[in-house]
């Protein structure tokens, strides 16, 4: 029987949607939905593990599974023995100390002896003891932002991204412990097989990440102006220009980074273009 590669995703939560997608747009699509614990992929040589994110460190470690999707969180408290073979770029958080917004703050130090509520009781305490702050960690699996309203601790280390339970919850971000992105890691014990089918869902994540990157665009410019159109475009190696049917002008298409797109835009614009397309690229293999 071929041999398949064994993935953990997240059976429900912030991560499983988004880590679905990405297999999906990486062309492997998944039989059953998530009720089960198990499912196979239709064109791939992969299963997917439903399970509790919190519970995935340990299932990579004994081997039960050769890769998984986790937030960079989850390692770092319960998996710092375990690789990251990709950032995956998206479910972007913090981990954050927060206290009581009327509360004055000075330093770190102000945790010295005080009340911490946390689900993630190693982060805090590494980060506090490098920094010579000793605090006593109730540990708690949700709602962590309540327990200072309800008398349970003084303050709170929990994950941020909007920031608007810490304000529902009239507490105040002080300390960012560390930033936090979806990431693949690998199990220690991934066979050889398994390897090479783990090289080659690298090789589509990459190609489907780097499209996510960049926009394509096609442009007509008049010809007088093609040279200074085709400085400002950068292109994979440079830019395409067909005549277009009209004499004196030309189509010109390139690829532009998202993070610049709107100055190239702008500059392309001022510089005489025409007719401007833009198009998302949906896998970019270079
Ligand atoms: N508000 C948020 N914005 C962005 N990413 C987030 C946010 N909350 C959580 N995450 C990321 O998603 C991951 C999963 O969070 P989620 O709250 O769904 O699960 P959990 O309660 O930690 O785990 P379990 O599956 O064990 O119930 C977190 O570890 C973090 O990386
Ligand atoms: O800064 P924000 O944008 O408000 O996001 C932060 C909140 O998101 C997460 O909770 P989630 O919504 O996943 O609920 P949970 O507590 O049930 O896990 C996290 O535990 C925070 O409470
Ligand atoms: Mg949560």
Redesign the pocket.
């Known amino acids: 029987m071929e041999e398949k590669i064994r993935i953990a995703i ?6 499983n949607e988004e880590s679905l997608q990405l297999l999906k747009d990486c062309g492997i699509s998944i039989n059953n939905g998530t009720d089960q614990l198990k499912a196979s992929a239709r064109d791939f040589p992969l299963e997917v593990f439903y399970l ?4 995935i460190p340990q299932y990579l470690r004994d081997g039960v599974v050769d890769i998984a999707i ?5 390692l770092i408290e319960k998996g710092q023995d375990l690789q990251i073979v990709e950032r995956l770029g998206f ?3 913090k981990v954050s100390l927060a206290i009581p917004k009327g509360d004055t703050y000075t330093s770190v130090k102000d945790f010295e002896g005080k009340r911490i509520a946390t ?1 993630y009781p190693n982060t805090v305490t590494k980060y506090l003891s490098e920094k010579g702050v000793t605090a006593d960690l109730h540990i708690i699996n ?1 709602s962590v932002e309540i327990a200072p309203n309800i008398g349970l601790a003084d303050a709170i280390c929990d ?1 941020v ?2 920031g608007s339970t810490l304000f529902k919850n009239n507490l105040k971000e002080v300390e960012v412990m560390l930033t ?1 992105e ?1 990431v693949l890691t690998v199990s220690p014990t991934i066979d050889e097989n398994r390897n090479a089918i783990l090289k080659k869902l690298q090789f589509r994540i990459q190609s489907v990440l780097k499209g996510q990157k960049y926009k394509y665009v096609l442009l007509n410019v008049p010809d007088a102006k093609l040279e200074k159109v085709i400085s400002i475009l950068p292109g994979m190696k440079s830019p395409t220009v067909l005549p277009l049917a009209q004499s004196g002008w030309s189509s010109v298409h390139s690829v532009i980074d998202k993070n610049q797109f709107w100055d190239i835009i702008d500059e392309l614009k001022k510089e005489g273009a025409e007719g401007i397309l833009v198009c998302p690229i949906e896998k970019m293999v270079l």
């Open positions: 997240q059976k429900s939560g912030r991560l509790r994110n919190g519970d986790l937030g960079e969180n989850t479910s972007k958080c689900s949700g994950i991204s909007s936090s979806a």
